[in-house]
């Protein structure tokens, strides 16, 4: 049942983060309007509680709030796009996405321009996470906005955290993300090693996450590497390649060496290799495995 309080609120993008905010604002009683280019992705969403709409045009018309969680900067420059289109009073734009902040800052100035306001607002948490709102908002660019959308992202997030000028919210993101990139191959690396010197990866995965090694990164995706199945992406393979390039990026723009998120990328880059892309970041313990000629009792089917 929707809140007669709550009201209407758009997600443009429902993929695996975006749809995880759609299903949570509709469980917790707000009137949900999406829209993703995937026709599947829309059907699953309609079963969900959520109204689909025709385009991000018509998201717009229907609800004075709209979230957008997109894969590439294309997308977000064709929604800014649609949105400025729409011919609406002004709304009010959550940028969820990671991207450059140029690229933000482009379809920022375009929606501007048709008298809309963009929040640069991603989110820090895997899919998975997304799904039980175990997931923080790094808001930036527009204080008095963020403030009274409080209540909305406490919906489908367990925080939200205001970091002041636009852009900020994505800076925070890389800084993030850069340590998610070198944590998640660190504990592909400390689970072959375990493997490899004769240990159960089910007592390395207990084990380290009972002592002083353990991290968000590795009790999220070690369970992944000891059923050596990837399938069930909650970040996959080749939509992180995005993140990866954006952080580095920045990183060089900045001028900051980054020699362990750079050493990380030659392990993704192995796993794009390999045909992994669609599948989860934790697949970069099978690429270690293969590295290391490491041959588990039971060979499960990854790819």
Avoid at 6 to 31: D, H, Y
Avoid at 78 to 95: C, M
Avoid at 216 to 227: I, N, S
Wanted: contains cysteine; aromatic residues 6%.
């Amino acid at each position: 049942m929707v809140s007669a309080n709550k009201g209407a609120v758009g997600v443009v993008g429902l993929g695996i983060m975006g749809g995880a905010f759609a299903q949570n604002l509709v469980a917790a009683g707000w009137r949900v309007i999406g829209y993703d280019t995937a026709a599947a992705r829309c059907r699953a969403l309609a079963r969900a509680g959520v109204e689909i709409a025709a385009d991000a045009g018509d998201v717009t018309r229907n609800a004075a709030v709209v979230i957008t969680s997109l894969p590439k900067p294309a997308a977000l420059a064709s929604t800014a796009a649609a949105i400025a289109k729409a011919g609406v009073p002004r709304r009010v734009v959550v940028e969820a996405s990671t991207f450059a902040i140029e690229d933000k800052a482009k379809a920022r100035a375009v929606l501007r321009q048709a008298g809309h306001v963009l929040l640069d607002c991603p989110v820090s948490g895997t899919g998975a996470q997304a799904k039980t709102k175990d997931i923080v908002v790094y808001a930036s660019g527009g204080g008095a906005e963020i403030k009274r959308l409080r209540p909305l992202f406490a919906a489908f997030s367990r925080g939200v955290y205001y970091l002041g000028a636009f852009g900020n919210g994505s800076r925070m993101k890389y800084v993030a993300n850069l340590l998610v990139a070198i944590n998640n191959v660190a504990s592909a690396e400390a689970m072959v090693l375990g493997m490899k010197a004769g240990l159960p990866p089910r007592l390395v995965y207990e084990l380290v996450k009972a002592g002083a090694a353990n991290s968000r990164v590795f009790e999220l995706r070690a369970p992944m590497m000891v059923k050596d199945d990837y399938r069930a992406a909650t970040m996959k393979i080749a939509v992180w390649q995005k993140d990866m390039d954006v952080i580095g990026g920045y990183a060089r723009k900045i001028g900051v060496p980054t020699p362990m998120f750079d050493a990380s990328k030659a392990i993704y880059a192995k796993a794009r290799r390999s045909g992994y892309d669609d599948q989860d970041t934790a697949a970069v313990c099978a690429v270690l495995e293969e590295m290391a000629g490491v041959k588990r009792a039971e060979k499960r089917k990854r790819r």
